[in-house]
Each structure stands twice: as structure tokens, then as C-alpha cells.
């Protein structure tokens, strides 16, 4: 394992961004999902499915970048 390649990425200020907003961004659904499904048997069902989405898509991205700097 590259641990300075890893520090890189993951201190680069568009992934440090990026990482914040998903989290602000999954917040706001959580806080949408308590207020109009509370009660709901399958509400964290479904929060745990989105967040499952999102890390999976997040990391498709994070693959998919090209972090040299030329």
C-alpha cells in the first residue's frame, strides 16, 4: 500500500470538498426522510440504501480521477 499516493488523494482539496458535501448533502436527507417518513418501517431502510449508493458511486468517482498535477 502507497501511503503517501493515499495521503495525497485523500487530502486533495476536491476530494476534502467533495467528502464534506456528501455529508452535509446526507444530512439534509436524513432530516427530510425523519420529518415526512417517521414511522415508516422501511425509513432506515432506505437511508442505509442511499448512503450504500452514495459510497459506492463516491468511490467509482474517487477511482476515476486523475490526481497528477501537470
Avoid at 500500500?1 to 467528502?19: G, H, W
Avoid at 444530512?27 to 432506505?46: C, D, E, F, T, V
Avoid at 449508493?53 to 463516491?58: C, E, K, L, R, S
Wanted: proline share 4%.
Amino acid at each position: 500500500m502507497d501511503i503517501p499516493q493515499l495521503y495525497a488523494t485523500f487530502t486533495n482539496p476536491k476530494v476534502v470538498t467533495s467528502m464534506l458535501l456528501l455529508g452535509i448533502g446526507l444530512g439534509i436527507l436524513l432530516s427530510l426522510l425523519l420529518r415526512y417518513l417517521a414511522g415508516q418501517w422501511y425509513m432506515p431502510a432506505a437511508f442505509v440504501a442511499i448512503c450504500a449508493v452514495t459510497a459506492i458511486v463516491y468511490m467509482y468517482w474517487l477511482d476515476r480521477q486523475d490526481w497528477r498535477e501537470e
